[in-house]
């Protein structure tokens, strides 16, 4: 489920590598998801936004440059939940399903 305020976003979905890839054109940010090896990266070129996901340890990294970001992992719902603040944009994805 993806919910952004303003424009300019682009989704792809390669369902034979289960891979979503994320590009907003305004804005740089970069999302992409490999449930083939379970792991999150999320990079953001404008901003320095920078987030890995350890799947050995079940714990996610997230190191912060500039404000307005927020973002929860559940581990026990399997859900992965972005929210930022400046720009409006929300994204939830439930692996379970596979959906985005």
Do not use: C, P, W
């Amino acid at each position: 489920m993806i919910h952004r305020h303003t424009g300019g976003l682009e989704i792809s979905f390669q369902g034979s590598r289960h891979r979503v890839d994320i590009h907003r054109h305004t804005g740089g940010l970069e999302i992409s998801e490999q449930e083939y090896f379970i792991k999150d990266q999320i990079h953001r070129h404008t901003g320095g936004l920078e987030i890995y996901s350890d799947i050995r340890h079940r714990k996610n990294s997230i190191h912060r440059h500039t404000g307005g970001l927020e973002i929860g992992n559940n581990d026990t719902v399997a859900l992965f939940a972005i929210h930022r603040h400046t720009g409006g944009l929300e994204i939830e994805t439930k692996t379970g399903i596979r959906t985005a």
